[in-house]
């Protein structure tokens, strides 16, 4: 039994393909956004390459863009099907490719389903990018000296100020790392170089950050070292006190402002999903209910279209048989007592002859 078999007249028939003409251009403005929307994110996140390590960040961003190009090129060709088919005589050459073309645009409209959820599960691959990309950008913002690492200063710095971030999990990074490149360092100073033989690696520490972490709308005068020695700073305790520098990690900062972006983009994908899905079903009454008007002969009248013509049981039956009989066709078996029962058949009138044999007369 078909599923959701709709009757259609002549006229509902022109109406359903002169709509489908209209909405398969829609659809091709909305594989446009998706470009758009994909292409933005690549430049969101390459904008930030700099503090993100290698890894699969991308996939999402190519995912959008590959999608919106197909949707673009399969909605085109289904407005040009859909204009021909208010024509029955016309429709006769898309008769074969009709069926081809749905079961392609609904992998597709799989495709932009995949790419919506991708937009949600991208958070665990983006973070661990950040971190080890904020990580080691930080532990180089030193050396500027340096080719290949000498910009990272300026990026770091415009980051936290960007960003209004400090750090990579917070400010206490800048504690652990030597941020201050030792062309700077006074090596004739006796503090410099006690600092310097405490460290076991021989690193400058101080319980200071970069300029860039400091708050400017705080009221008081920016602290950057000596963060947690109180009798350093007049009236001062950063236990209690809320600090004049950013406390949020950039990492955490950047991860907020993709995921915001990402949900966004997942949304409008999810929008377009279900469009297309509207789209993929109008086309399916339309291809059933025209190849029906063809085999019954009369053009003018009623034809039924369907979603699937049996049920979806018998659909799903049928295909896994499809793809278990594929490429089985030519294959015979040799196990003993499995023999094709087409072959070796035995003739049990072999050597006989049915015609008569007419006896030569005597002369």
């Known amino acids: 039994m078909a599923v959701l078999k709709v009757k259609f007249t002549k006229t509902k028939r ?5 709509i489908l003409w209209i909405l398969n251009w829609i659809s091709v403005v909305s594989g446009i956004i998706l470009f758009s929307l994909g292409l ?6 390459k904008k930030r390459n700099e503090v993100m390590a290698k890894g699969d960040v991308n996939s999402v961003p190519n995912m959008l863009i590959s999608v919106g190009v197909i949707a673009c090129i399969i909605n085109f060709l289904g407005g040009k099907i859909c204009y021909d088919c208010s024509d029955a005589n016309k429709f006769s050459r898309w008769k074969l490719v009709m069926l081809p073309y749905i079961v392609c645009t609904f992998c597709f409209t799989f495709c932009i389903l995949v790419g919506a959820l991708m937009c949600y599960t991208m958070r665990n691959e983006l973070e661990e990018s ?9 532990k180089f913002y030193k050396d500027t ?12 710095d415009l980051l936290q100020i960007g ?3 400090c750090g ?7 504690f652990e790392i030597q941020w201050v490149s030792a062309r700077y360092l006074n090596m004739a100073s006796k503090e410099v170089l006690d600092r310097l033989k405490s460290n076991v690696d021989g690193k400058f520490l101080v319980d200071g950050v970069p300029f860039s972490c400091c708050n400017p709308s705080s009221p008081r005068p920016c602290i950057q070292y000596q963060l947690t020695n109180n009798s350093a700073h007049y009236n001062y305790d950063f236990l209690t006190e809320e600090l004049n520098i950013w406390v949020k990690g950039c990492r955490e900062a950047l991860l907020d402002y993709y995921t915001a972006i990402m949900r966004s983009i997942g949304i409008a994908a999810l929008l377009i999903w279900l469009f297309e899905v509207s ?5 399916r009454y339309l291809q059933t209910a025209m190849r029906n008007v063809l085999l019954l002969g009369d053009l003018e009248g009623e034809s039924d279209g369907w979603l699937l013509e049996n049920s979806f049981v018998e659909t799903a039956k049928y295909n896994i048989n499809i793809i278990k009989n594929l490429g089985k066709a030519n294959q015979i078996s040799t196990v003993s007592g499995m023999n094709d029962p087409n072959i070796d058949v035995q003739n049990t009138d072999c050597g006989k002859s049915n015609v008569t044999t007419k006896s030569i007369p005597a002369a």
Do not use: H, M, S
């Not at 000296?145 to 770091?156: A, E, Q, S, Y």
């Open 145 to 156: 000296d340096i080719p290949g690492r000498c910009f990272l200063k300026k990026t770091v």
């Open 168 to 174: 990579n999990n917070g400010f206490r990074d800048w």
């Open 130 to 138: 950040l971190y080890l990309g904020l990580r080691d950008a930080i």
């Open 40 to 45: 933005f994110l690549k430049i969101e996140i």
């Open 279 to 283: 789209v993929l079903i109008g086309v």
């Open 163 to 165: 960003f209004q971030c």
């Open 14 to 18: 022109d109406k359903l393909a002169q």
